[in-house]
Structure formats: structure tokens, C-alpha cells
């Protein structure tokens, strides 16, 4: 079974910066994708980013672009890492990573809550001003 675990979350001043790590275990083949997601109280889950494994292939929402960062661990090759700059109050959400095997050309059809498979356990990320 593919199972993921996601942490980093925790509290922040309005500006500030955080890592959320995730990790998948599961995955025979190194080919799969990993999306990032958030869901604030009375909010759908909207995705954040993505990243395909087989070629870091990337996708960001409009909302984070530019301050947020997916990425591999260059080290712990199941680790994928979102680091998130210049938080803002609209970040404050918990955030889950989840796992789907690849099936489209564009990793922007993987900020789809729908399109995922596989889901870990949230992490809460707290923006205070």
C-alpha cells in the first residue's frame, strides 16, 4: 500500500517562512506524483503544487507562485519537500500531500484534488499579523 506522511506545519508571523516535508513509501516505481493541498475551515481543498518523480516536472496555483517551492530531496528520494515563503493569511490552512500514478502530460492536472489517489494525514499551518 502507498502511504504518505506530511509535517512541518506549524505557527508563523504574517511574512514568515515554513518547510513542509513529505514522505511516500509504497511506490514500486519511481514514477508517480506528488500534489500538495490546503484546506482552510468552510473551504474546499484547492491544490498548491505538484511535482512528477520521473522528470521534476512542476505546478504551482496562481496563489503561491513565487513564494512557494516543490522539490525532491536530493538525499531521501521518497522525501518531497514545499517550502513556503512570505506566508499570508490566505495560507493558513491544514495541508495534506498526496500521491496518484502519472497519466497526464501537464503536472497542473495534479493541483486537481480529484485526480489523487492516495492521501496522508494533514499538517496545520497557523499565519498570525
Known amino acids: 500500500d502507498v502511504q504518505l506522511q506530511a509535517s512541518g506545519g506549524g505557527s508563523v508571523q504574517l511574512g514568515g517562512s515554513l518547510r513542509l516535508s513529505c514522505v511516500v513509501s509504497?511506490?514500486?516505481?519511481?514514477?508517480?506524483?506528488i500534489g500538495w493541498f490546503r484546506q482552510a475551515p468552510g473551504k474546499e481543498r484547492e491544490g498548491v503544487s505538484a511535482?512528477?518523480?520521473?522528470?521534476?516536472?512542476?505546478?504551482y496555483a496562481n496563489s503561491v507562485k513565487g513564494r512557494f517551492t516543490v522539490s525532491r530531496d536530493t538525499a531521501k528520494k521518497t522525501m518531497y519537500l514545499l517550502q513556503m515563503n512570505n506566508l499570508k493569511p490566505e495560507d493558513a490552512a491544514v495541508h495534506y500531500c498526496?500521491?496518484?500514478?502519472?497519466?497526464?502530460?501537464?503536472?497542473?492536472?495534479?493541483?486537481?484534488?480529484?485526480?489523487?489517489?492516495?492521501w496522508g494525514k494533514g499538517t496545520q499551518v497557523t499565519v498570525s499579523s
Open positions: 498526496a500521491t496518484v500514478p502519472p497519466g497526464y502530460d501537464s503536472p497542473s492536472y495534479y493541483l486537481r484534488p480529484d485526480t489523487m489517489t492516495d
Open positions: 509504497g511506490w514500486i516505481f519511481d514514477d508517480y506524483a
Open positions: 511535482i512528477r518523480s520521473s522528470d521534476g516536472a512542476v505546478a
